[in-house]
């Protein structure tokens, strides 16, 4: 293994790696005090809290394979007791994420069976890069099915002829809150192209794929060799224990040794994520400034507009008079 010249921390961090003359890469990601501040500002039951944390995890590792400059969202939009799961993270690695549920739909499923199909009757799966107003919007969408959301993302890659991924991910409520560990492994297509377009990344609609993050996007090996190489890293990234990946006892660079050292692994310079929400008195502001006047009469309670945020929960007030609508 080729060390890091900086020993990343023990969690809320993204790792590139890279399965040494295998044309396999990754990303290790680990969650703690992310997924705990932005679970804590909820009152979330257990099944959704576990479904949310999940959802960010998810999106982390995602995000993380593509070159964006803007935000990557994940969001599951559900026919049941859970409605809708969005986690979206930015370019610079700020966090969010929030459910909206039945309260009493939930409490009705028993916990033993409480998985992402009882929980949320189907529905489906939206991936989107949103680089502003001045870039191409991309989007991909599959069908909420299987136990969990790994299953609905793993369909979603089986489906795509442009690059084969695997997935292992973790999920644990402990005392001081919640955690996620997950490993993505990509295999990249060989340097003569003949199995997958050229490019190292993907893209939710299956066009033209975003280029890895670091080092070279194709393999030096093909055909059987490739396929076997491939094989052996997917069996050893399933050979990750949950504690291992969750950590903290286990660092991430130890955890990727311990995995493919026999291999060659090299990591790449990795990077921090955080919980932050985007939200702002100004930008509420000009939202409600953008309604007219009869939409902002009816959100008026006792002379005053009030507005919770979804992601973050932080609540913001603005006297009636004090907001005026535009002029034609």
């Given at each position: 293994?080729?060390?890091?010249?900086?020993?990343?921390?023990?969690?809320?961090?993204?790792?590139?790696?890279?399965?040494?003359?295998?044309?396999?890469?990754?990303?290790?990601?680990?969650?703690?005090?992310?997924?705990?501040?932005?679970?804590?500002?909820?009152?979330?039951?257990?099944?959704?809290?576990?479904?949310?944390?999940?959802?960010?995890?998810?999106?982390?590792?995602?995000?993380?394979?593509?070159?964006?400059?803007?935000?990557?969202?994940?969001?599951?939009?559900?026919?049941?007791?859970?409605?809708?799961?969005?986690?979206?993270?930015?370019?610079?690695?700020?966090?969010?994420?929030?459910?909206?549920?039945?309260?009493?739909?939930?409490?009705?499923?028993?916990?033993?069976?409480?998985?992402?199909?009882?929980?949320?009757?189907?529905?489906?799966?939206?991936?989107?890069?949103?680089?502003?107003?001045?870039?191409?919007?991309?989007?991909?969408?599959?069908?909420l099915e299987g136990q969990s959301l790994v299953d609905c993302i793993h369909h979603y890659f089986q489906q795509s002829e442009q690059l084969q991924a695997a997935f292992k991910l973790a999920i644990e409520n402990h005392p001081g809150g919640w955690r996620a560990g997950a490993i993505m492994l990509q295999r990249l297509p060989?340097?003569?192209?003949?199995?997958?377009?050229?490019?190292?990344?993907?893209?939710?609609?299956?066009?033209?794929?975003?280029?890895?993050?670091?080092?070279?996007?194709?393999?030096?090996?093909?055909?059987?060799?490739?396929?076997?190489?491939?094989?052996?890293?997917?069996?050893?990234?399933?050979?990750?224990?949950?504690?291992?990946?969750?950590?903290?006892?286990?660092?991430?660079?130890?955890?990727?040794?311990?995995?493919?050292?026999?291999?060659?692994?090299?990591?790449?310079?990795?990077?921090?994520?955080?919980?932050?929400?985007?939200?702002?008195?100004?930008?509420?502001?000009?939202?409600?400034?953008?309604?007219?006047?009869?939409?902002?009469?009816?959100?008026?309670?006792?002379?005053?507009?009030?507005?919770?945020?979804?992601?973050?929960?932080?609540?913001?007030?603005?006297?009636?008079?004090?907001?005026?609508?535009?002029?034609?």
């Amino acid at each position: 293994m080729e060390p890091s010249s900086i020993t990343p921390p023990i969690s809320d961090f993204v790792q590139p790696f890279q399965i040494e003359g295998h044309g396999v890469r990754g990303r290790l990601v680990r969650l703690d005090g992310v997924a705990s501040e932005i679970i804590a500002k909820h009152a979330y039951p257990e099944p959704v809290a576990h479904l949310l944390t999940e959802m960010m995890a998810l999106a982390a590792v995602l995000a993380a394979t593509l070159k964006y400059e803007g935000v990557f969202t994940l969001q599951a939009k559900g026919n049941g007791a859970v409605r809708v799961l969005v986690a979206d993270v930015t370019s610079g690695g700020a966090v969010r994420g929030y459910a909206q549920f039945d309260k009493d739909a939930v409490a009705a499923i028993p916990a033993a069976s409480a998985n992402l199909m009882r929980l949320t009757g189907g529905g489906y799966l939206a991936f989107t890069v949103d680089q502003g107003e001045h870039a191409e919007r991309y989007q991909g969408i599959v069908e909420l099915e299987g136990q969990s959301l790994v299953d609905c993302i793993h369909h979603y890659f089986q489906q795509s002829e442009q690059l084969q991924a695997a997935f292992k991910l973790a999920i644990e409520n402990h005392p001081g809150g919640w955690r996620a560990g997950a490993i993505m492994l990509q295999r990249l297509p060989s340097q003569g192209g003949h199995h997958r377009p050229e490019g190292g990344g993907w893209t939710p609609d299956g066009s033209k794929p975003h280029d890895w993050q670091g080092g070279e996007g194709s393999s030096d090996i093909d055909g059987e060799e490739a396929e076997d190489a491939w094989r052996r890293a997917v069996v050893l990234m399933a050979s990750a224990q949950d504690k291992e990946l969750l950590g903290p006892e286990t660092g991430i660079n130890d955890l990727l040794y311990r995995l493919f050292h026999e291999d060659g692994v090299r990591v790449f310079t990795g990077h921090a994520l955080k919980a932050q929400c985007r939200c702002s008195r100004h930008r509420v502001e000009n939202v409600l400034r953008s309604l007219g006047k009869e939409e902002l009469d009816d959100l008026a309670v006792d002379g005053a507009l009030i507005v919770t945020c979804e992601f973050c929960n932080s609540e913001y007030r603005f006297a009636r008079s004090d907001v005026k609508p535009p002029v034609d």
